[in-house]
Nanobody, 124 residues
Framework: QVQLVESGGGLVQAGGSLRLSCAAS????????MGWFRQGPEKEREFVAA????????YYTDSVKGRFTISRDNAKNTVYLQMNSLKPEDTAVYYC?????????????????WGQGTQVTVSS
């Protein structure tokens, strides 16, 4: 069982930056694939980024490539999402998720555990 708690959301102007954190409970955190998803107003929850157990393998959705960076610190049981050059269309509730080890996963159904989400609002 893994419990995930996100933090770091807030209100930022377009072009600004935010760093989201996701703290995980459980001794086996390092074995999980970790991902970030987001759900904008009246939109489906969509994949943003994910990384493997070591953090050396990452994957991003096209709209955030070059602007967002996902990373993890297994010693702290924490995964991060550094978001730069934010745009109004990045406004959403951001969720972190944990999935079983193996290949990097991009589908919601492939993740077993979810946090409660943190709101990110980007003003124009």
């Amino acid at each position: 069982q893994v419990q995930l708690v996100e933090s770091g959301g807030g209100l930022v102007q377009a072009g600004g930056s935010l760093r989201l954190s996701c703290a995980a409970s459980g001794r086996t955190f390092s074995s999980y694939i970790m991902g970030w998803f987001r759900q904008g107003p009246e939109k489906e929850r969509e994949f943003v980024a994910a990384l493997n157990w070591s953090g050396r393998s990452t994957y991003y959705t096209d709209s955030v490539k070059g602007r967002f960076t996902i990373s993890r610190d297994n010693a702290k049981n924490t995964v991060y999402l550094q978001m730069n050059s934010l745009k109004p269309e990045d406004t959403a509730v951001y969720y972190c998720a944990a999935g079983p080890s193996g290949y990097i996963k991009t589908r919601r159904s492939e993740y077993d555990y979810w946090g409660q989400g943190t709101q990110v609002t980007v003003s124009s």
